[in-house]
């Protein structure tokens, strides 16, 4: 359905210059929905505070208001009074306003978070109880936020992806996007890497050598051998990615449609190597990605793939099935569906 343009703001707390997926995800919507004709605001610098945030939003005329929502986006501990207060005003003087959940709340799995997942559970439902509308990417947490919670993807921001992408040469190793990423599972990576045997062990991209060597968690997997490209530009990620004979994307949590840099991967075509975990979305285990079940199947199946040739039709299949269930043009446009009902938004 295209609907009639008309005004949106995003909160999207360091836009435009914080890295990290969600203020990429912001730039994708608001090029996607001001090529749509609407007029995008985003309010990213917290320091103005709610108050003066709303007079920015009645500037603009702002009709519908997202809400970038992960927890540690508006505070170092996760936990702020803004995007209430935001809400609670924008609700107030009829804006209609969809909270986007990235994340909700850490889990309870650590000393500091037992205290802090309460705390934040309550802020985020604080939030929610305002808004009109929820939208999460993670069906599984559906039911801890509301019944009427829409599921939508963020599929890859990396921007367009060129599918004519020569992907010859291949790389000479098995490739690792974004080493950073939270929940990825090295200790896996690692042991594949050898069952696989190439050399170098593994290229990463997204990071050099001594960024790697020195993180808090991924240096003690740092083999010396590793080809790591540094920070490239997104054209030039995705023709490596197109040329990966291999993706390994172990996440703790399994495939959820949060995950942008495997996604990424996906969009040129890559042959990857995933798993399941306790998020994991079922829809994707009938799908172009190879999923492993545990480590030891996740070391034999990397293995097993590396030593077998893909048929070339294989990456058109898989580029044919991203199109059809994640490209960003059309996730962003079932956003919209989401946030600009074809009614009247209704007092709450």
Known sequence: MTHPATSIAILSPGFPDSAGGVTAHTHRLVHNWSDGGHEVTVIGNLSEGPKSAMERL???GA???LVQYVPFLYG????SRFPERLVRRASGAGIRVTTFVHEPWVPPTRLPWVVLSPLQRRQLKGILAIAH???TPVPRWKVQLRDDTEIVYVGSTMGDSDTATAAEPQLPAPVVFSPFAAGLQWEWIVEASK?????PSLTVI????NQVRLHHSVGKWFQVDWECTGH?????????LARARLVLAPFDDGVTGRRTSLFAAASVGARILCSTGHLHDGSF????LHIATSREDFIDKAARLWSTAADPGERFERLAWYKEVLDPVRLDAKLLEVMLPPYPPLPR
Not at 76 to 79: D, E, K, P, S, Y
Not at 206 to 209: I, L, R, V
Not at 285 to 288: D, G, K, L, M, R
């Open 58 to 60: 009645r500037e603009a």
């Open 63 to 65: 009709k519908f208001l």
């Open 76 to 79: 170092r501990r996760g936990l």
């Open 133 to 135: 509308a929820v939208v």
């Open 195 to 199: 069952a696989i045997g190439a050399q």
């Open 206 to 209: 997204g990071a050099d050598a």
């Open 232 to 240: 490239l530009p997104a054209t030039e990620v995705l023709a490596r």
């Open 285 to 288: 285990t009938s799908s172009a």
